[in-house]
């Protein structure tokens, strides 16, 4: 599976942006997929994640009630929205992929398999 992520860029704070994670090479549909994101020098940090079937998602405390990650496996792709982001949130933001991923470790990077090649997001104040 290889990933696309893409969207990324200036927003200012109180705005909305929505990144996209297209998946080529196999179907998505049986991969649980989740946006993590990274500030150099800190580690990588997990922002959402959807199972396999989309009915499940998950979500870092720090977005909660402000991001919502959704997919359409029709078209192998996942979303990030992101409705009023904030000047932390301003990081590179990666998508990955994964086919046996437990409920319980969908927040873990190490669970997932496949990586796409970050898209940065930047929160202007």
């Known amino acids: 599976v290889q990933l696309q992520a893409s969207g990324g860029g200036l927003v200012q704070a109180g705005g909305s942006l929505r990144l996209s994670c297209a998946a080529s090479?196999?179907?998505?549909?049986?991969?649980?997929v989740g946006w993590f994101r990274q500030v150099p020098g800190n580690e990588r940090e997990f922002v959402a994640a959807?199972?396999?079937?989309?009915?499940?998602?998950v979500y870092a405390d720090s977005v909660k009630g402000r991001f919502t990650i959704s997919r359409d496996n029709a078209k192998n792709t996942v979303y990030l929205q992101m409705n009023s982001p904030k000047p932390d949130d301003t990081a590179v933001y990666y998508c990955a992929a994964g086919s046996r991923i437990i409920y319980s470790s969908l927040a873990e990077p190490s669970g997932y398999d496949y990586w796409g090649q970050g898209t940065l997001v930047t929160v202007s104040s």
């Open positions: 090479g196999n179907t998505f549909r049986g991969y649980s």
């Open positions: 959807v199972r396999s079937s989309g009915g499940t998602t």
